[in-house]
């Protein structure tokens, strides 16, 4: 699957791009098979919610599911991120956002590529995030909600959390690296709000500095979303400590080669 010059333009315009149907429910339901069995693996890589039980995300999946491997290599997800990026690209990050029924916790507004810049020396943000509805998304579960255009001002750098330290601060409910009000005032009167909506096994394609949040989840059905994020080979970063665990921050940069079409036999 490739982008049409008219997607790509749309994507370089509003920094988002919702593509309805992707993915087959038998695909879909594979998927969400084998996410149920890691969330139930005690690792650092999953994240609980506050309370201390409700899975919040997993990490880092691709290195341990054959199932996952095989989907970032799916051509309808790794060509439209080269056409995005402009190249060979390979799996920066890949992540699972559970937002469980009547528990799962808020995102606060904030720009994906700070984390990276600050945590990993990323020095450009030519990368392409691609977001796989696992559950149906509609107005009730929690969804993402987007500013269009606000990738346009690039990273707008603010400040740490003084109380936040360690990776752990760049997937909780508290992050690191929030925007505050004005700008999120002043970022929402030039672009709006967008919340795409649609059934599962939709594909959203959005920018590192699209400013971002979602809110808790206090309906009785589950929002699970499933997250890639490619990064072009020629921008591999370059850590300015200790590099981050390795299911944060994939530290196999070859470039990814396309397998077949058909995800699940």
């Not at 693996?41 to 994240?47: K, N, Q």
């Not at 201390?52 to 341990?64: D, E, F, I, P, Q």
């Not at 469980?100 to 904030?110: I, L, N, P, R, Y």
């Not at 808790?216 to 589950?222: C, F, G, T």
Request: a negative charge; one cysteine or more.
């Amino acid at each position: 699957m490739h982008l049409t010059p008219e997607q790509l333009q749309r994507y370089e315009e509003d920094g988002l791009l919702y593509l309805p149907n992707v993915f087959g429910e038998g695909e879909i339901e594979a998927l969400l098979e084998e996410t149920r069995s890691l969330a139930t693996i005690d690792h650092p890589s999953r994240v609980l919610e506050k309370d201390g039980k409700t899975v919040r995300a997993l990490h880092g999946s691709h290195l341990t599911s054959p199932l996952m491997a095989k989907l970032v290599r799916n051509p309808r997800l790794l060509h439209p991120a080269e056409q995005i990026v402009g190249g060979q690209a390979y799996v920066y990050q890949f992540k699972i956002n559970f937002k469980a029924a009547f528990g799962g916790d808020v995102w606060k507004w904030h720009q994906d590529f700070i984390f990276w810049q600050k945590g990993d020396g990323m020095r450009e943000a030519r990368c392409a995030q691609a977001m796989v509805f696992l559950d149906e998304v509609t107005e009730f579960n929690g969804p993402l909600m987007l500013i269009p255009k606000s990738h346009r001002h690039g990273m707008i750098d603010v400040e740490a959390a003084s109380s936040n330290g360690g990776w752990q601060a760049n997937v909780s409910a508290d992050l690191k690296y929030t925007l505050d009000r004005s700008d999120i005032a002043r970022l929402v009167t030039e672009g709006g709000i967008v919340a795409p909506k649609g059934p599962r096994g939709s594909v959203l394609l959005f920018h590192p500095n699209l400013a971002h949040a979602s809110a808790p989840n206090l309906s009785p059905w589950d929002r699970t979303m499933l997250i890639v994020t490619y990064n072009s080979v020629a921008n591999v970063p370059l850590p300015p400590g200790e590099p981050r665990p390795e299911f944060l921050v994939s530290r196999d940069t070859r470039p990814l080669v396309a397998l077949g079409e058909m995800l699940v036999a």
